[in-house]
């Protein structure tokens, strides 16, 4: 009984690999000629496990064996032991007719790390199968390569390129290496070529790209200029700034459009942007918040017009933008700034509103002059910054500025005027906000439908400075 109870126990042990001794290498070096599949594919994965060197030429021999399972057992193997031996029938087995195969003779390229491998490895990103591509582009990249980069960037021209591993290669290479043969690649005809090489160029994430992605802003095709904007927006490059606006004075394509007004926002204080109404996609019924923060309004009779910044809406009696209680803009117990570019028609007018008489604030224009104010309470005054200048007729720039003890009115850039306050607003105010009218009662002093053109419609959760406030009034 004790010697059945022991013989258990030590196949037990034996089972949970505890006891049994790990036979040497040539003990499985032998199983690889087995005649029963399974060993053989045993052999090959305890091979990989040990890691020794004289084991190379049987699992080189392995690769051939007529069990895919074998065959991909050998190979990983292979890779284990990084062995530059092994190179030459790897690459044969890149073309093995199984895709495990393939995935792992990639996979023990990348280990071994010989250049010899790289034209193989780059033919095998036009595997049908995604997994092999994956591993051989992460073996491409493990080989350190500069060499490779031309040919990389010449494979982005194929219609069946993989463009994502292709990308990712390329970033992998850094901008001093990939940056020119990409820029040669916006010459080629087809603009999806072109496209893919505006892709690779934001994918690199450097400086170095940016003269490249410049040109591709007059690229003929909407796609490539769509991307190169939006490249410019990762990339967050200021210098794009006045190309991108000169390049919506001119642009007509919607989505083009759309990139820009995203792009600018993320180089006007994106993160204190709270919404920024453009008008640019000449819709005429819903007023777009260009940030993505869901401020979207709803046009009541405007119509789009030339503006300030590519397109404008015409405010007249009866139109305005009905705003509500914008989701993405907060105005109650902090600093804020709102602004436009107006070209007021006539000495009386909202430019935008929030609130009324109880909380609010007002941005507007009253006896041809810009002023600017707050209401606290039902029972306080008003707080009202006014301007001196004439602003009717030309295009004005106005801003208006709330802050702990005072609020600030800005007209071209420039500090027109102050007033002191009794702190923030107290809330969000009970009633909405519009653009060109105040629905209800006003914050300051009036409530008068706009008259002329408003664009460019800002509001951020912060005081703004006065050199930020100059630098969106500049003319372009």
Same mark, same amino acid.
Request: proline share 6%; glycine share 12%.
């Given at each position: 009984m004790k010697t059945a109870v022991v013989i258990s126990l030590l196949i037990w042990a034996a089972s949970l690999g505890v006891c049994a001794a790990e036979p040497a290498a040539e003990a499985y070096v032998r199983d690889l000629q087995s005649s029963v599949p399974a060993v053989r594919e045993n052999a090959a994965a305890r091979l990989g496990r040990l890691a020794d060197q004289s084991a190379v030429p049987a699992l080189v021999a392995a690769l051939k064996d007529p069990e895919k399972e074998v065959r991909?057992?050998?190979?990983?193997?292979?890779?284990?032991?990084? !062995?530059?031996?092994?190179?030459?029938?790897?690459?044969?087995?890149?073309?093995?007719k199984e895709a495990n195969v393939r995935l792992y003779a990639a996979y023990a390229l990348g280990e071994i790390k010989d250049p010899k491998a790289a034209a193989a490895l780059l033919a095998a990103l036009g595997d049908p199968e995604y997994c092999v591509r994956d591993q051989a582009a992460w073996a491409l990249r493990e080989l350190h390569d500069p060499g490779i980069v031309g040919t990389v960037v010449?494979?982005?021209?194929? !219609?069946?390129?993989?463009?994502? /591993?292709?990308?990712?290669?390329?970033?992998?290479?850094?901008?001093?290496?990939?940056?020119?043969?990409?820029?040669?690649?916006?010459?080629?005809?087809?603009?999806?070529?072109?496209?893919?090489?505006?892709?690779?160029?934001a994918e690199l994430e450097d400086t170095a790209a940016v003269e490249p992605l410049l040109a591709a802003l007059k690229d003929a095709d909407a796609g490539v200029r769509r991307t190169s904007v939006e490249a410019f927006t990762k990339l967050g490059d200021d210098r794009a700034e006045k190309p991108l606006k000169a390049l919506l004075a001119g642009e007509k394509d919607p989505a083009v459009q759309e990139a820009i007004g995203h792009a600018l926002a993320v180089f006007s204080r994106e993160n204190d942007l709270m919404a920024h109404w453009r008008f640019d996609d000449q819709d005429t019924k819903v007023a777009k918040d260009v940030t993505g923060h869901g401020s979207d309004g709803q046009i009541k009779g405007c119509e789009p017009t030339a503006g300030k910044v590519g397109h404008a809406l015409r405010f007249a009696k009866g139109n305005y933008?009905?705003?509500? /209680?914008?989701?993405?803009?907060?105005?109650?117990?902090?600093?804020?700034?709102?602004?436009?570019?107006?070209?007021?028609?006539?000495?009386?007018?909202?430019?935008?509103?929030?609130?009324?008489? $109880?909380?609010? $604030?007002?941005?507007?224009?009253?006896?041809?002059?810009a002023k600017f104010g707050i209401h606290l309470t039902q029972a306080g005054p008003a707080y009202i910054a006014v301007g001196t200048e004439q602003v009717v007729g030309p295009w004005v720039h106005l801003a208006g500025v709330v802050k702990s003890d005072h609020v600030e009115l800005y007209v071209n850039g420039k500090l027109a005027a102050t007033a002191k306050t009794e702190g923030y607003l107290p809330g969000?105010?009970?009633?909405?906000?519009?653009?060109?009218? !105040?629905?209800?009662n006003s914050p300051a002093e009036i409530t008068d439908n706009f008259e002329g053109l408003i664009d460019e419609v800002k509001a951020y959760s912060a005081a703004l400075s006065a050199e930020d406030i100059a630098k969106q009034a500049t003319p372009e």
């Open positions: 991909r057992e050998a190979a990983k193997a292979l890779g284990a032991m990084k !062995d530059g031996r092994a190179v030459t029938p790897l690459l044969e087995a890149l073309r093995d010449g494979a982005l021209k194929e !219609d069946s390129a993989d463009v994502p /591993h292709l990308l990712w290669l390329l970033k992998g290479a850094g901008a001093e290496q990939a940056t020119v043969p990409l820029a040669a690649l916006l010459k080629e005809p087809q603009p999806r070529v072109r496209l893919r090489a505006v892709q690779a160029l933008v009905e705003l509500g /209680h914008p989701p993405g803009a907060r105005f109650g117990n902090v600093p804020f700034t709102v602004m436009a570019w107006v070209k007021s028609e006539a000495k009386n007018g909202v430019v935008v509103a929030k609130g009324g008489a $109880f909380c609010g $604030f007002s941005l507007y224009v009253m006896d041809g002059v969000e105010c009970g009633q909405g906000m519009e653009i060109g009218y !105040d629905e209800t």
